[in-house]
Structures are given as structure tokens and as C-alpha cells.
T-cell receptor, first 111, second 113 residues
């Protein structure tokens, strides 16, 4: 069974601060996705990383895939209240179509 | 709007009953995935269909079944419902046989009383 561990589980910060959340596994994934989920809504895909060492930027969000494709990080610069939500990582590679989700990091950005 | 439509949005039913959840994938997407999200277990993969055929199975109970129809919409059938089945059920779709570019619906909140 492929497991993804996300840390921290909860994060509460002030607007303007920077933060990093982590997604770690002992398994190798062919790709890894990051999603953001708001209460009562479905997860929304933010990015997919495929190549070990890959770095992708999406405005103030920077995503990195580990060299060994076992872990990933999401860094947010100058967080805003609109960034509040549950951030989920998901790894693909456990069989056709199967995707393993981490338990998520709940981020609260206070104005 | 992800383009994935799930109905109903909310469902309240009694233990022992059977319900059907419906999902219409994004136009052109061939894969449909079903997930269960509960507070204590996070997002759990249940099952995937690709172009009408079962493609992958996750932690799906024997009381649960699904199918994908020729028009590519999918239904998740939950029977002999128990209190512990109360959860959010999400459907996601993608064009390819891969979860890497999946789009989620807004979910069906099932409450078993």
C-alpha cells in the first residue's frame, strides 16, 4: 500500500507570511498532484509534477517534486486569506487510475 | 465549475436502505473515479471506470457497486447502508486512463440516520 503523509496537519498564519507544506512517502510515484479543497466543495487541481526535481510555479505557489519522486513540497509566498483551504497531495502509480491521497493540510490565513 | 456534475447534492436516508449517486463527467472525458471522504479517513479511492469498463478498484465495500454507461455517466450504488457510510462522495473525471489531470465534482453529502 502506498501511503502519503502530509505535514503539518494544521497551519494557521497571518496574511503576508510564507509557508511550506510537505508531502512524503516511502514509495515512488509516477506523478504527484496538489489539490486545494474548500468546505463543501470538491478538490480543485492546482498542479501535476512528473519529473524528479521538477519545480513548478503558479503565481505565489511553488511546487517541487523530490529527486527520487517520493516527496513533494508546496511553498506559498505572502499568503492571503483567499489561500485558506485544505491542501491535498495525491500520488499516482499504484495501479491504473489509482491515486493515493494524503490526509491534507488545513491552512488558515488570517487577515 | 469543473464540468463534472454530481446529483443529488445532499441525501439523507435510513440505515438498511439503498441509494444511487449519479455523476456526469466533463464532456470528452472517458474516465470516471469515485472517492469517499470522511472526517476520520480522508479521501479514499473507491473505483475507476474507463470508457465503460472497470479499470481499478480501491477500498470499495461489497455493499457498494458502480457502473459506467455508454453515454459515460456513472452511478455509484450503496446498499444496506450503515451509519458509518455517512460521508461525502466525490466523482472525478479525466480524459485519459490516468488520474494526473482529474477534475472533481462538488460531491454528494450522504447522511445515514
Amino acid at each position: 500500500t502506498q501511503l502519503l503523509e502530509q505535514s503539518p496537519q494544521f497551519l494557521s498564519i497571518q496574511e503576508g507570511e510564507n509557508l511550506t507544506v510537505y508531502c512524503n512517502s516511502s514509495s515512488v510515484f509516477s506523478s504527484l498532484q496538489w489539490y486545494r479543497q474548500e468546505p463543501g466543495e470538491g478538490p480543485v487541481l492546482l498542479v501535476t509534477v512528473v519529473t524528479g526535481g521538477e519545480v513548478k510555479k503558479l503565481k505565489r505557489l511553488t511546487f517541487q517534486f523530490g529527486d527520487a519522486r517520493k516527496d513533494s513540497s508546496l511553498h506559498i509566498t505572502a499568503a492571503q486569506p483567499g489561500d485558506t483551504g485544505l491542501y491535498l497531495c495525491a500520488g499516482a502509480g499504484g495501479g491504473a487510475g489509482k491515486s493515493t491521497f494524503g490526509d491534507g493540510t488545513t491552512l488558515t490565513v488570517k487577515p | 465549475d469543473s464540468g463534472v456534475t454530481q446529483t443529488p447534492k445532499h441525501l439523507i436516508t435510513a440505515t438498511g436502505q439503498r441509494v444511487t449517486l449519479r455523476c456526469s463527467p466533463r464532456s470528452g472525458d472517458l474516465s470516471v473515479y469515485w472517492y469517499q471522504q470522511s472526517l476520520d479517513q480522508g479521501l479514499q479511492f473507491l473505483i475507476q471506470y474507463y470508457n465503460g469498463e472497470e479499470r481499478a478498484k480501491g477500498n470499495i465495500l461489497e455493499r457498494f457497486s458502480a457502473q459506467q454507461f455508454p453515454d459515460l455517466h456513472s452511478e455509484l450504488n450503496l446498499s444496506s447502508l450503515e451509519l458509518g457510510d455517512s460521508a461525502l462522495y466525490f466523482c472525478a473525471s479525466s480524459y485519459a486512463d490516468s488520474i494526473t489531470e482529474a477534475f472533481f465534482g462538488q460531491g454528494t453529502r450522504l447522511t445515514v440516520v
